[in-house]
């Protein structure tokens, strides 16, 4: 996992906390919403990893007009055997880009609903596994409305993480700018990324599972995601300013992110500062704040920032 991670940094300049959050879910087996500007390497970074994983890659490009079977596939009418068969559709790939996720409509978003829960989908009356590794990774432009559709909470609490992007520093942006020359002027090419099979990958994710995770440390986690639902026992001021909070998925995704993190560093335990370093992409998009707090022009992150100060650690 260390070459891949050294492989993906050779590709795309920057951007460290996506790539780490791409591994930690590969890891941890769950999805991943990555939310930023366009221009950011969001859709890059997917494809590069899904090259060094030498997995079964499908970038589907959501738009309004999508429909639910054009995702999950179809049964098709033969008319020389007289009989249907299905034709399946991308969702059946280990790594699925689902790039501008929030410019299809509801029912088409719905149909991953069953894929990303279950790892499996039903069409025609009949269910069918999907590939063991099977990740879905996310893409969405925060700024951009005309044209896009709010996901639905059922489908924000499938994804493990939910990672936000920003600017490249400048020294970073100017590297940017070399490499694309260099690109294109001949004079380099891009390292060839590292070929990890798939079954490495599910060796690895069943190591993940072994890492030790203390009662303390497991108490710390159900505290961090119950103070989401009732935030005036810690911070007075923020006692009206939620109105959902996180579901016990969410201490589900944050032991497993958490445990992930801790196996990338090297540590066979789980600490305090691995949950810490992960409540943020685990509970942001968990959350709904209230009329109250968003008059008050709190954000979601510091809100989930505020939260992780006031509750103690073990």
């Not at 930023?36 to 990893?49: E, F, R, Y």
């Not at 639902?229 to 998925?249: D, F, K, L, N, Y």
Request: include cysteine; charged fraction near 20%.
């Amino acid at each position: 996992m260390v070459a891949l991670r050294t492989a993906l940094s050779a590709t795309i300049v920057g951007q460290h906390k996506l790539l780490d959050r791409l591994i930690i879910g590969l890891l941890a087996g769950g999805h991943i919403l990555v939310e930023g500007l366009p221009g950011l390497a969001k859709t890059t970074a997917v494809k590069v990893l899904a090259a060094g994983l030498q997995a079964q890659f499908r970038r589907i490009q959501f738009t309004p007009d999508l429909l639910p079977g054009d995702l999950t596939g179809t049964d098709i009418y033969d008319p020389r055997g007289g009989a249907f068969h299905f034709a399946p559709g991308p969702l059946f790939n280990e790594i699925i880009l689902a790039d501008e996720i929030n410019r299809a409509p509801a029912k088409v978003q719905s149909a991953l609903l069953e894929a990303m829960q279950e790892r499996q989908i039903t069409v025609g009356g009949e269910t069918r596994a999907l590939p063991d590794l099977f990740m879905v990774m996310a893409t969405q432009n925060p700024i951009e409305q005309a044209g896009t559709y709010p996901l639905p909470e059922a489908q924000l609490d499938r994804f493990m993480l939910h990672v936000t992007l920003d600017y490249p520093a400048e020294d970073e942006e100017r590297e940017i700018l070399r490499r694309d020359r260099a690109l294109h002027l001949g004079a380099s090419k891009p390292a060839a990324p590292p070929v990890l099979g798939v079954a490495t990958v599910l060796a690895a994710r069943q190591e993940v599972q072994q890492v030790h995770l203390s009662e303390p440390v497991e108490a710390y986690i159900v505290s961090l995601v119950r103070a989401t639902r009732e935030p005036g026992r810690w911070r007075t001021e923020w006692a009206q300013a939620i109105e959902v909070g996180a579901s016990p998925r969410a201490s589900i995704a944050l032991a497993h992110a958490a445990a992930a993190h801790a196996y990338l560093c090297g540590r066979d335990y789980v600490s305090p500062d691995d949950v810490r370093e992960m409540a943020p992409d685990v509970l942001r998009h968990r959350l709904a704040l209230s009329l109250d707090a968003r008059v008050r022009q709190l954000s979601r992150s510091e809100f989930v920032a505020g939260l992780i100060e006031a509750v103690t650690a073990p």
